[in-house]
């Protein structure tokens, strides 16, 4: 059985930095590509960020370009999002997603405010 568990949300300060973890099981996960997504109060869910198995590959979304950072530890089966100067517009749900799969985590709340 495929799961995915977020965690390392909480509320920060605008300017302040989280580090989100997934962690994965019941997969080869080594294998596949991870996707990050949140979704805002009353908002659509949004694509943040992926990274191919291999590490190669990684891609994000224009709103956060430059201040967020994807990567994976394949010996931990855990996809990290390392979030920097953070802002309010931030605020959200972040979920991780197995494509493959088509399957979601439970998510986790970062909430950005003073």
Known sequence: ???????????VQPGGSLRLSCAAS???FRDFTIRWYRQAPGEEREWVAAISHNQN?????????GRF????DNTKNTVF???NSLKPEDTAVYY???PAFTSWGQGTQVTVSS
């Not at 059985?1 to 509320?11: A, K, N, R």
């Not at 590959?57 to 370009?65: A, C, F, L, Q, R």
């Open 1 to 11: 059985q495929v799961q995915l568990v977020e965690s390392g949300g909480g509320l």
């Open 26 to 28: 019941g997969f080869i």
């Open 57 to 65: 590959i990684t891609t994000y979304g224009d709103s956060v370009k």
């Open 69 to 72: 950072t994807i990567s994976r």
């Open 81 to 83: 999002l390392q979030m």
């Open 96 to 98: 991780c997603y197995a």
